[in-house]
């Protein structure tokens, strides 16, 4: 990743706002490391702006729990450890379960037509590894999801939530089969929601939150190694004629905050992950892929 991807253009109104912006972004893309400092010089020469800008954004993203200032040492990138993973996803899983469910109950059709849309659009991004365009797919879908629920504290709560989750979503989603599933688990979602079914809705998300906690935990507990093993020997028969795959895709694209856009470029990783073979998908993305 060039360092000149980080250099912003000044706009006086909005300054602060990029800085954080491309901060956050960077963090999200494993452009920082938990653990690693943040030093205000060396961030003033990326960005290209001045210390206060710098300072300012910050203490947005420490109040974010993206960053911690530790004594004598000055700002650096947070770590999560697997407790406080657990309970992150545990009140994630609560609250887009509501949000689901509330989203379905309500229905609203130009709600539901732009999930839809969203859906369409992570499907077609995977299946062509468009890194940019599963970015901004899951970040939509995300935002149209909260929006639905109607709820302002909700979506603070969850934009929050999410903001801190971008720390662990390079863990769950670099493994074997966890994007093809994650995509399946979204159609599910949209699938309930359009049918109105509020349970279904509600049970969908939750399943999804649970599912890449499952990953995300077993890595951070050491039980799973946090490296993608090698794809499986015999690949499930797809569901439809063209399965979704795991594509080599940098682990940090899918890890975008659900209501900002990520402003930095990506690089191959260095050693990319084997791509899996075909992995079945179930009817509910399947459905939302045909339409």
Not at 62 to 67: F, I, K, P, S
Not at 85 to 102: D, N, T, V
Not at 167 to 187: D, K
Request: glycine share 6%; aromatic share 2%.
């Amino acid at each position: 990743m060039d360092n000149q991807d980080l250099h912003i253009t000044r706009q006086a109104a909005t300054l602060r706002l990029m800085v954080e912006e491309k901060l956050r972004a960077a963090i999200a893309k494993g452009l920082f490391k938990p653990g690693q400092r943040l030093v205000e010089r060396e961030l003033c020469e990326l960005i290209g702006v001045g210390r206060t800008s710098i300072r300012e954004a910050l203490r947005q993203l420490e109040a974010e729990g993206l960053v911690q200032t530790i004594p004598h040492r000055g700002p650096i990138v947070s770590s999560i450890s697997a407790q406080e993973a657990r309970q992150l996803y545990e009140i994630r899983a609560l609250l887009e379960g509501y949000a689901g469910r509330q989203f379905a109950e309500r229905k609203d059709p130009q709600a539901v037509k732009a999930l839809d849309k969203t859906v369409k659009a992570l499907v077609k991004a995977v299946k062509g590894n468009e890194q940019l365009a599963l970015i901004e797919a899951k970040s939509q879908f995300y935002k149209v999801l909260m929006g639905g629920a109607e709820n302002v504290f909700v979506t603070q709560m969850l934009t929050g939530l999410h903001n801190r989750i971008t720390l662990l979503r390079l863990t769950s989603m670099t493994q074997p089969g966890r994007l093809a599933r994650s995509i399946a688990e979204i159609g599910d979602i949209y699938d309930a929601i359009a049918a109105g079914d509020g349970d279904a809705a509600e049970k969908a998300c939750r399943l999804h939150i649970q599912e890449a906690a499952k990953v995300a935990l077993a890595v951070l507990d050491g039980s799973l190694a946090s490296t993608p093993a090698a794809p499986p020997k015999s690949p499930r028969r797809p569901v439809t004629g063209t399965a979704l795959k795991d594509q080599p895709l940098t682990a940090a694209l899918l890890m975008a905050s659900p209501l900002t856009a990520p402003a930095l470029k990506d690089k191959p990783a260095k050693n990319a992950p084997v791509k899996d073979k075909p992995v079945a998908v179930k009817a509910g993305a399947a459905r939302a892929a045909r339409r």
